[in-house]
């Protein structure tokens, strides 16, 4: 099932983010989006947007800008999730990360590229999460 299917509330929550942000400086962020608490308790997960390319299909950016943004964005998301996690009113922490292999589908971006430049994210040194990367 899709993004868009499994998680209705978060798809909602990033359109409307997309929307409202100025394009230009919208790669290379991310938006952290958390559970909905509409959907049954084992699919109440944080979702992680990393904005990777300004637009898809053919006007996508080339590979090497997409790959800037995902170090970019995925600095952004951790920064986000340190935030949450240091807020004392949250109950909930972020304690695990999975993602799919990302920028390897539409933006056709080869996985190892992409890999390289997480591998070389500088992780805050207060950030103790587990990273999983799903594949098919």
């Known amino acids: 099932m899709t993004f868009r299917g499994n998680y209705p509330e978060a798809y909602r929550t990033n359109l409307e983010h997309r929307k409202s942000s100025d394009q230009g400086e919208l790669p290379g962020t991310a938006l952290l989006i958390s559970p909905a608490q509409d959907l049954p308790e084992e699919r109440r997960h944080f979702v992680g947007c990393l904005f990777t390319s300004l637009r898809m299909g053919r006007a996508k950016d080339k590979p090497v800008r997409i790959l800037d943004n995902t170090g970019s964005a995925t600095s952004d998301l951790l920064r986000q999730v340190c935030e949450w996690n240091e807020n004392e009113g949250n ?28 591998q070389n994210v500088e992780v805050p040194k207060d950030v103790q999460i587990h990273v999983t990367v799903v594949t098919r």
């Open 91 to 118: 109950e909930v922490k972020v304690e695990a990360i999975w993602m799919c292999q990302i920028n390897s589908g539409l933006f056709n971006v080869p996985w190892e590229d992409t890999k390289k430049v997480l």
